[in-house]
Each structure stands twice: as C-alpha cells, then as structure tokens.
C-alpha cells in the first residue's frame, strides 16, 4: 500500500514564497512520475507539474517560471517551490504518483495516477 503525504501549505502573501513537499511510503516500488495538481474552489482539479524519474519535467503554463519541482530518488520525495505567488495560486495541492509503467504523454492527466496524498491548502492574500 503506497500513501503519499504532503506537507509544507499555509498562508502567504502574494509575492511571496512557499514549498511543499511529498513523501511517498513504499514497499519496494518505483515512481515512474509524480506530480501536483491543485484544486480551487468551485473549480476541476489541474495539472501543476510533473517530474520523471530521469528528472524530465513538465510545468503547466500558469507556473512556469515561478514553480519549482523536484526529486529525491532515493527518499522517494518530491517538492513544490513556488515562488512569486500569487491570490490565483490559493489552492489545495495534491501530490500524485503513478503506478509505475505510465505513459509520459498522459502526464497531464488525473486519471493517470493511482496514488494521490490528502492534500494542503495554500492561501495566498492579495
């Protein structure tokens, strides 16, 4: 049984920085991808950014530039910096991990990962 847990929200005022991180509990499996997603309210969970085992990513376009994502292998832990933050930010952040034989181009997608954390709120003020 993989559990993701995240840690690292809070509240900050825009322009300023916050980072997450995500520590995935295993019994021996590998992580092709991991990933975050975020949910505001009233609105559909999206894709934040993604980082391969090889250490490739991928940035949704609304981040890119201010957020930074990371990997430890060998902990199994992946991070969020995010920087230049802004009230569109304020979000709850999921972690996300694959099964293992995922296709990269899915990436983007929820329905991709079998293994999602409980989630931490980010609050950015304006």
């Known amino acids: 049984q993989v559990q993701l847990v995240e840690s690292g929200g809070g509240l900050v005022q825009a322009g300023g920085s916050l980072r997450l991180s995500c520590a995935a509990s295993?019994?021996?499996?590998?992580?092709?991808?991991m990933s975050w997603f975020r949910q505001a309210p009233g609105r559909e969970r999206e894709f934040v950014a993604c980082?391969?085992?090889?250490?490739?990513?991928t940035y949704a376009d609304s981040v890119r530039g201010r957020f930074t994502i990371s990997r430890d292998n060998a902990k199994n832990t992946i991070a969020l910096q995010m920087d230049t933050l802004k009230p569109e930010d304020t979000a709850v952040y999921y972690c996300?991990?694959?099964?293992?034989?995922?296709?990269?181009?899915?990436?983007?997608?929820?329905?991709?990962?079998?293994?999602w954390g409980q989630g931490t709120q980010v609050t950015v003020s304006a």
């Open positions: 996300a991990a694959d099964s293992g034989n995922s296709i990269w181009s899915e990436r983007y997608r929820a329905s991709t990962y079998s293994y």
């Open positions: 295993v019994s021996g499996r590998t992580h092709r991808m």
């Open positions: 980082i391969r085992r090889d250490f490739a990513t």
